[in-house]
């Protein structure tokens, strides 16, 4: 999602009422409660929150690792909209006339407690499409002799998608999802793809066989809610087209591919080369030390 840089720069409401839908395992109960907080500018929806777990309610259950935005751990339903806590401001979603925001768990995920969910069928759908690289060489896979070859606009076409952080948000704000326990969802589509367009993988042909079912690819209805709440702008929704367009050339035969090769090892390094006597040094080196610990400085002068 598109940080609102405006709204960032605003003065938040000096008190602000946060309204947070609690559940309690233990009881099985769920309930509404709200808290007022004084707020400031700069001040996020986790400062508020871990505010009032450190002054105001310690039983409150909230989950958060890195605070900048890396780990994906606070990611919840602000306002009714999937966010990551710790990137939400709290004058990019309470007004003056309404200073109130109202937080509950990510949608489609199981409660554990208060605003914590629980990830494993995320975690296994991402697992059941092999996120890792996959080569028909399995000795070359297993013990590499080198690197595997790619191009830097080869690297650019899955730049993108590598930068998932596992939030969440995305698999929370599709409808599909929400009604369909089943469908693998966004996240794990886009990372099919992101493997798929990766020159260096070879294991195509698996990961289609996962996704072209009823579950898979063809159930995505391009709502596209999962690119809108994208904190990195993953863009999902357009990774599950072009893996749909892939998976279509490939049933039909018109679609190959070559994994890269690995390229040869570094040539060894020879003998270290006496500092010329002609280079420059910089101010202050001395010469004795540098050619003592076999430091060769090498400068071009034209």
Not at 57 to 70: E, Q
Request: glycine share 6%.
């Amino acid at each position: 999602m598109a940080l609102d840089f405006e709204a960032a720069t605003r003065i938040p409401p000096k008190m602000v009422k946060i309204r947070i839908r609690r559940y309690n395992p233990e009881t099985k109960k769920m309930w509404w409660q709200e808290y007022e907080v004084h707020a400031h500018k700069g001040m996020t929806v986790l400062d508020a929150l871990l505010y009032i777990k450190e002054n105001i309610d310690h039983t409150l259950g909230v989950r958060y690792s890195c605070r900048m935005g890396l780990c994906g751990s606070c990611g919840m339903n602000i306002n009714g909209t999937p966010m990551l806590a710790c990137q939400t401001q709290i004058a990019q979603v309470a007004s003056g006339g309404n200073p109130v925001i109202t937080l509950e768990p990510l949608p489609s995920f199981p409660v554990v407690k208060d605003l914590i969910t629980e990830f494993t069928s995320f975690f296994n759908k991402h697992k059941s499409v092999k996120p890792y690289l996959i080569r028909k060489d399995t000795e070359e896979q297993e013990t590499p002799k080198g690197h595997l070859k790619m191009k830097p606009q080869e690297f650019i076409e899955i730049f993108q998608f590598s930068n998932c952080i596992f939030c969440g948000l995305c698999y929370a704000a599709c409808p599909v999802t929400a009604a369909d326990p089943e469908y693998l969802g966004p996240q794990a589509l886009m990372y099919t793809f992101r493997y798929i367009n990766d020159v260096r993988d070879e294991g195509h042909e698996e990961r289609f066989a996962v996704v072209d079912s009823e579950n898979g690819c063809h159930r995505c209805h391009f709502a596209a809610t999962c690119s809108a709440v994208c904190p990195k702008a993953v863009d999902p929704a357009g990774a599950i087209q072009a893996l749909r367009s892939k998976l279509f050339k490939y049933r039909l035969g018109f679609y190959r591919k070559k994994g890269s090769k690995p390229l040869p090892p570094p040539p060894e390094k020879g003998e270290r080369k006496p500092l010329p006597p002609e280079a420059m040094l910089v101010p202050g080196a001395n010469l004795e030390q540098l050619e003592k610990e076999k430091v060769v400085i090498s400068l071009n002068n034209k």
